[in-house]
T-cell receptor
């Protein structure tokens, strides 16, 4: 299996622009997680889906952030409008059981 | 109080020594415990999971869990320079919480 796939790997955008991050989970995994990692705050869970349904979005920082999972093989995390404080590495992870998680390579987002 | 606490380090050990990484958690209802290794600039990689009290061994790695003390640890025997990384403790109760990580350096 190719593992969790994320795109783009790097994104540089200007403040106010819309940013869309994409994730393809490991085939057969029914849970998907979005995380954000910064030096200051470490690894933070933003939202997780089970069987394509959002279960817990309490970590989503503001209404500017939204996530969707239209089917079992694809999810997006959107930030609109983006701000410099959103600069971070965003990881997607998938799991067959909602316990052990397998991370994608991450998307490094820089908002100028 | 942080929900999952780890010593931030850095922890430095000589090659061949045992590295001991510790983690405490606050949610007594937590059921699953994990150790992830993260190399600089890379994503976290699952290296150990443990679900019941006691020790679990996998090669050079041993995870130890004590639910009464709310404590989980990772021992790395015969440490190698390639073990140099940040080790993240993760605890699952109602949701998954990660510690801030302990940076380990193994010196040749």
């Amino acid at each position: 299996d190719a593992g969790v796939i994320q795109s783009p790997r790097h994104e540089v955008t200007e403040m106010g622009q819309e940013v869309t991050l994409r994730c393809k989970p490991i085939s057969g995994h029914n849970s998907l997680f979005w995380y954000r990692q910064t030096m200051m705050r470490g690894l933070e869970l933003l939202i997780y889906f089970n069987n394509n349904v959002p279960i817990d979005d309490s970590g989503m920082p503001e209404d500017r952030f939204s996530a969707k999972m239209p089917n079992a093989s694809f999810s997006t995390l959107k930030i609109q409008p983006s701000e410099p404080r959103d600069s971070a590495v965003y990881f997607c992870a998938s799991s067959p059981t909602a316990h052990e998680q397998y991370f994608g390579p991450g998307t490094r987002l820089t908002v100028t | 109080q942080k929900e999952v606490e780890q010593n931030s380090g850095p922890l430095s050990v000589p090659e061949g020594a045992i590295a001991s990484l510790n983690c405490t958690y606050s949610d007594r209802g937590s059921q699953s415990f994990f150790w992830y290794r993260q190399y600089s600039g890379k994503s976290p990689e699952l290296i150990m999971s443990i679900y019941s009290n006691g020790d679990k061994e996998d090669g050079r790695f041993t995870a130890q869990l004590n639910k009464a003390s709310q404590y989980v640890s990772l021992l790395i025997r015969d440490s190698q320079p390639s073990d140099s990384a940040t080790y993240l403790c993760a605890v699952r109760g109602n949701d998954m919480r990660f510690g801030a990580g302990t940076r380990l350096t193994v010196k040749p």
